[in-house]
């Protein structure tokens, strides 16, 4: 009776309707129906559990039933995922998931060895736009388990655009587990120095060219620059959140002086300074540069900088 109470709680889902297994996975029992040549061909731990050691098992499939395999310490909802996407199964995969379970289906993924078979996959999963830092970070340690260069530098590096807060506060267990606490350490130091870099390039600003004679025409303009600087909030001491700061100097006019310039000579050759083309290569090299190399950071290469590396791919093979 226990037994078909939980059949009727749980109902197998079909991820293969023809499938010689049923997975019956975590507390909950959820069952999953399966083809076990699908996942014996792409991990061996699979290929281990349903592998023709398991004697019994393949007793009942000569007989034409679906084997139950018991899998209770798994998370049912990872599961499930993983197999949607080892059988094409793309209707099974829900569109949007919570970063916790990306996380858990990466855990899982490793733990199976098939984190190859979801490279494609996760690629939607990982994507960083319009999400918090509390849900960057368990993506970050999903793109890292994913071994997802790519993903793990664009998720630091909106990390370190868009928060301002502490990020050992973003810390958790299931986090650190997978990144350990090293990586809140390089957040820190590379946002810091992206804050310096950005004060360096935006009070660099003033040497923008113009007449080098002493007209004050050059006076007039850099007085009329710092004073922008300091009602768009550029000061290099409010420049708390990177990303934010490099979208007001963006958006920062040209400086208008009031006061006037002494006669010049050269007065005929007298142009406004262009503050913003002067600046704007160095602040879109700055942006460009920001993020964690996934590379440098498992081979403890990466420090306050920025990676100087070409590394060329996009994956991280194994070693
Ligand atoms: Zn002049
Ligand atoms: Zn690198």
Redesign the pocket.
Known sequence: MAETRDKIRCPVVNIAAAGDTVLVVGPEKLRLRVQSLVLKAVSKLLGTILGPDWKEGDDIRGAGLPVEILLPEENATALRCICAVLHHQVKLIPQIMAVNDILRIAVTANKFGVIDALAFASEFWLCPPNKGASDLIVLAAAATLFKNIQAFRDITKALILNYGGFYLDLSSEDVVSVLGERVFCLLEEQRGFARLKLGEILIGGINAPACVHRCGWTSKYAFAYMKLLETHNLWPTALSVVGEAIERAHRMPHPVPEESSAECRFGYKHCAPEYRDFIRYGLDDLTSRIGI?L??FHSNRVGPGF?Q?A?GYQYLSDQ
């Open positions: 190399c590379h440098c990676c590396m590394h």
